[in-house]
């Protein structure tokens, strides 16, 4: 009996560790398309992105570059254009980008890039 369920923990812990592994992309194409979404999602009424534009009151529409690398750790965020602009909203929405995290993990050593505009006054995405 002790022996089953010893057997069925380690089963259990193991499939819980797989569930947590972030997926491995290794396609740059598939990459930015997933980052894209990523961004999309957080976006969405329930995302992070969302609900801190709606808390924060936050307005005006950005245009991102938004670097990535390996863990799916942002590493930087660079406002390329910004218009209806308030600075304390952009700074504060820069930061919030900053500290997301993607779903997926990409090679060592590779570092990506995608542009992507954001519309708060419409809690939108381009």
Do not use: C, W
Not at 63 to 92: P, Y
Request: hydrophobic share 40%; aromatic share 8%; no cysteine.
């Amino acid at each position: 009996m002790m022996k089953h369920f010893t057997l069925l923990l380690l089963v259990s812990l193991a499939l819980g560790a797989q569930a947590q592994k972030k997926e491995l992309l290794e396609d740059k194409g598939a990459i930015l398309a997933r980052a894209g979404q990523a961004l999309d999602a957080a976006m969405q009424p329930g995302g992070a992105l969302y609900e801190a534009v709606v808390k924060e009151q936050l307005t005006g529409t950005y245009t991102l570059q938004v670097s990535f690398r390996e863990k799916g750790e942002v590493s930087s965020v660079f406002v390329a254009a910004s218009e209806h602009q308030d600075i304390r909203s952009q700074n504060r929405f820069k930061d919030l980008v900053h500290n997301l995290e993607l779903p997926f993990k990409m090679p060592k050593g590779r570092q990506y890039r995608i542009d992507k505009t954001f519309d708060l006054d419409h809690k939108t995405t381009h």
